[in-house]
């Protein structure tokens, strides 16, 4: 059986859970529900980032200790990740006993690989984002992310051998035996490793007291990036050099935004490297969105929280609005009047208002039975083979907002269906065209079931309900849901509107 591991950045403990990281989540989700549905093994992991002088911090200021402020935030990711639907098979958290063993394991194999060895680093790092900038990398002298001026700071640590890495990297890339998509991203990555040299990379920290030590020196801490990007391995219940690569080993599809790009492209494959470990197999790098046409930030306060919103339209209308409001792979803006737009126009009035007409229709027949008829079904058949194609590569190709474009259609399709067929006449007038009419809506409204339920599961379920289905269709394989007209309707129920107007 195909395997398929998927990964999400792990969050930093200490943000509230808003749109961006619901965004990165809700992407992840999909496609592990995608990949369920066509029969792989999958295992999708995501969790909170916890380490770090910032948490530290927070906790003095709240006078609680890291451990108790880690536990509290971390159980509002998963909360709301709960709230959304996410079906994490682990939802990982840095400050594990098993992640810190392995980050401990980790970094002593790099040592006794020669690929460590201590100095000074001199450098301008932004406290905000836990990292040293490069002067080319500020904007005005400032942190382009906090829009801070960086601290100069010189201490003692250990650093990683990155440079030597440099050529490998560039090799790895360019032969796409390491895919970064979209192109974008990757021509970014080959362009930074191309002008620039690979600087070697401090990774420990004087003085951070809530971190994983260096095994060999407890006066400094592992490097938040080096413990956090470690998670995809302890994740998956790696136990350390030397013992074999779990099952799941390697993710198929590392999901990051493009903040993170560098770490995830540069950092993370010459960890990977360094310790003789498969590489994963594509990074796909989504675009960040900005709000009402700003950034948004914590500072800022713009930040949306997640939990609210999913409350307003309800998890399922949520994950539909957010992956469908621009292209997964380009930066984009939301604005909480289009989401209200969208909603009505997609689903209230589109797919909402087509079930609901529809189980209308099929009530007036008071015999509740809908059979298969050759003769009728031939152009739907083509008609939703064709969809069912689109569908596929859209999603093998992170094009989330196609499928969602191409349901529509099809929903729209039915409706002008409806309009030109007028089955409440047939009924009176024409009985077997009325009932070769309902049965064909009925079984789009099946196929609908299928192609929606990685994106919302559980208004599939309810699709599945009213269509008196549930249980038959979560017993079949998605390609047996894929076929036309097999099915019969003897069970069709009224149900409640998939989609109140808001
Ligand atoms: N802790 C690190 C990741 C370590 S992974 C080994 C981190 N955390 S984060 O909480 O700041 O961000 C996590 C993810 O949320 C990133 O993929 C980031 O791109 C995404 N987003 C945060 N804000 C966003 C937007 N405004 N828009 C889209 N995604 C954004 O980085």
Not at 85 to 105: C, G, P
Not at 164 to 190: G, V
Not at 281 to 298: A, D, E, R
Not at 319 to 333: A, K, M, N, Y
Request: charged share 25%; proline share 4%; net charge positive.
């Amino acid at each position: 059986m195909k395997k398929f591991y998927i990964t999400t950045p792990i969050y930093y403990v200490n943000d509230k859970p808003h749109l961006g990281h619901a965004y990165t989540t809700i992407a992840a989700d999909i496609l592990a529900r995608w990949h369920r549905m066509k029969g792989e093994r999958v295992f999708f992991l995501t969790g909170t980032d916890e380490h770090g002088e910032k948490v530290a911090k927070s906790a003095r200021e709240k006078n609680i200790t890291p451990r108790e402020i880690c536990d509290q935030n971390s159980s509002r990711f998963s909360k709301v990740f709960d709230i959304l639907d996410i079906s994490y098979d682990r939802f990982i958290r840095t400050t594990e006993a098993d992640h810190e063993k392995l980050v401990s394991k980790v970094l002593n194999e790099l040592n006794k690989k020669k690929l460590i060895y201590s100095g000074v680093y001199k450098g301008l790092y932004c406290v905000g984002c836990e990292r040293y900038y490069t002067n080319k990398e500020l904007s005005d002298g400032k942190c382009p992310i906090h829009q801070q001026e960086p601290i100069t700071l010189a201490e003692d640590c250990y650093f990683l051998k990155l440079s030597s890495f440099q050529r490998q990297l560039l090799n790895l890339i360019k032969t796409k035996a390491l895919i970064i998509e979209p192109e974008s991203r990757k021509n970014e990555i080959l362009g930074f490793l191309t002008s620039e040299k690979l600087e070697d990379l401090a990774i420990s920290r004087e003085k951070v007291e809530w971190g994983v030590p260096i095994p060999w020196d407890k006066s400094q801490s592992v490097y938040v990036w080096v413990d956090a990007l470690l998670n995809y391995l302890s994740g998956i219940g790696w136990k350390g050099p030397g013992q074999k690569w779990p099952l799941f080993w390697p993710p198929e599809v590392q999901l990051i935004g493009k903040d993170i790009l560098r770490f995830h492209a540069v950092l993370w494959p010459a960890i990977l490297l360094s310790l003789g470990a498969p590489l994963f197999k594509k990074l796909y790098v989504h675009g960040y969105f900005t709000v009402n046409g700003q950034k948004m930030s914590k500072s800022l306060g713009n930040a949306i929280d997640a939990e609210e919103l999913a409350l307003v339209f309800g998890s399922d209308a949520f994950r539909w609005l957010i992956v469908s409001s621009f292209s997964f792979g380009s930066d984009g803006d939301i604005s909480q009047s289009r989401l209200y737009d969208k909603y009505n126009s997609d689903l209230s009035n589109g797919l909402g208002n087509l079930v609901r007409r529809v189980l209308v229709l099929a009530a007036k027949n008071k015999k509740n039975s809908f059979f298969p008829d050759k003769s009728s079904n031939a152009d739907f058949k083509n008609k939703i083979a064709k969809i069912w194609q689109g569908y596929e590569a859209a999603l093998e190709d992170f094009k989330f907002e196609t499928t969602l474009d191409n349901i529509s259609d099809l929903v729209a399709f039915c409706d002008r269906y409806v309009d030109a067929k007028k089955p409440w006449e047939l009924f009176k007038n024409n009985q077997p065209e009325y009932q070769k009419t309902i049965y064909n809506l009925l079984e789009v409204l099946r196929h609908l079931g299928w192609m929606l339920l990685p994106f919302m599961p559980s208004k599939s379920d309810l699709i599945f309900e009213s269509l008196g289905l549930l249980g038959k269709e979560k017993i079949k394989s998605l390609e047996q849901g894929q076929k036309w007209g097999k099915v019969k309707f003897t069970n069709v129920k009224q149900g409640k509107a998939l989609f109140p107007r808001l």
